[in-house]
């Protein structure tokens, strides 16, 4: 049970933003531009990071809508995600998004945790600076969001079926409001 009374019933991140939609707008159009806009990164390989960083933050919300998200767009799908997030280093995924995981994991600890051998090992993986600052930025901004969701104690449904159903909307559509 949120600790706030939130007046309505939505779990997680979402009741937050209703329940503040002056922030929610923009919280939502943060999401959009990192986990959807133009990138050479895929829209599952960043879903995969925020995952990844809400697993380690043991954001159980995010950690499975953001599971779900990128298993919805990556090949492998929810067995891929879920074995990245447990054990990157054994994943089926790029020696590219592993490096980039490694920088997500430093980024979760602390900023100052990220080291020249980090991004030097990324950058060897193939990884570009706009993919090393847009995971670091992705990191950085899932801790501040998996800390909203749990400092406020939201709800986190257990059915991992509510997570694939709002998997579709959001590959669909995004993560603005629809007219």
Do not use: W
């Not at 694939?164 to 559509?173: G, K, P």
Request: with cysteine; net charge negative; aromatic share 6%.
């Amino acid at each position: 049970m949120p600790y706030i009374e939130l007046g309505n019933d939505a779990p997680g991140i979402v009741g937050l933003l209703r329940y503040r939609p002056e922030t929610g707008r923009v919280l939502n159009e943060l999401a959009e531009i990192l986990l959807r806009g133009d990138n050479t990164l895929s829209r599952g390989e960043r879903e995969l990071i925020a995952s990844y960083v809400s697993t380690l933050n043991e954001c159980r919300f995010c950690a499975m809508s953001h599971g779900a998200f990128a298993a919805a767009q990556l090949p492998g799908g929810d067995e891929v995600v879920a074995h990245a997030c447990s054990a990157p280093d054994t994943a089926p995924i790029s020696d590219k998004l592993r490096a980039l995981l490694g920088i997500a994991a430093a980024v979760r600890r602390s900023g100052n945790a990220v080291t020249p051998e980090d991004v030097e090992a990324a950058r060897k993986a193939g990884a570009t600076d706009a993919e090393i600052h847009d995971t670091v930025l992705i990191a950085a901004a899932f801790c501040m969001y998996n800390r909203y969701v749990d400092g406020l104690a939201t709800v986190a449904p257990e059915d991992p079926e509510m997570y694939a159903r709002r998997a579709s909307h959001i590959v669909a559509h995004g993560y603005l409001p629809t007219a």
